[in-house]
């Protein structure tokens, strides 16, 4: 069957504008233009858009999405058990945090108790079950399962005033790695070696056991891996880098 950019964009949800951007872009292309002009869309370009469409609500950037569906050896039925594996993490992540709230709403209400421990539990497994699924086969590579599910063992473990504590000490950590690239400061200086301390301190609540190379080996993990990369710098480009060089100094 074949569709129009009218009807394609009301089949999948998305707009015409959005179409004729992906057009622009080469990632998605007609299958021809007809003789009044309408770009006119078949199964295969379908087929691209549901692929696109899923990487998106992974949050896969275009420029990336493009460069994976363009492979030669491009599987699509690989592509969907991904897309498959990712939606699944993500729906015993919500009935977690379903569980989660009635649980509390019934604390609330008198009808059960619920211990300080227990309100974090869901937010705590919530967030190792995305890192999991983002990083998990990377770090499990480089470190060893048994590391990580100590750590992830120490960190279910902390108590609210731990969690509160380091979600300060991660919040004035960003801060200064900010003002730093601000203001052009060197990794050597005090505030570099304030950051550098900090995060020495900040991976010591998820480490079971801290070691200098294993502290080299994440730095340099910031800037090599983009997605490592982009969550520090969404904060201010050359953050990431700032960091890493600062850390590589402070451990000499």
Known sequence: MEYT??????????????LRYYDEIGLLKPLRINSSGYRIYGAGEVDRLQQIMFFRAMDVNLEEIKRILDEPNFNEAA???THLESLLNKKNEIDKMIHNV?????????????????KFEGLKKE???KNEAEYGKEIRQKYGSD??????????GM??????YVAKLTEDLIDQLVKA??????PDSAIGKEIAAKHKEWIGFYWDQYSVEAHRGVVEMY?????FKAYYDRHKEGAAQFLRDAVINYLK
Request: no cysteine; proline share 0%.
């Open 5 to 18: 950019i009218q009807k394609l964009a009301h089949l999948s949800g998305t707009t015409k504008r959005t």
């Open 79 to 81: 592509a969907l058990r």
């Open 102 to 118: 009635r649980k509390t709403i019934e604390v609330k209400e008198g009808r059960d108790t619920m211990t300080d421990q227990e």
């Open 127 to 129: 967030m190792l079950d």
């Open 147 to 156: 590391v990580v599910e100590a750590s992830n063992k120490k960190f279910m």
């Open 159 to 164: 108590t609210s005033q731990e969690s509160e």
């Open 181 to 186: 690239v601000e203001e052009n400061a060197e």
């Open 223 to 227: 800037v090599a891996d983009e997605r």
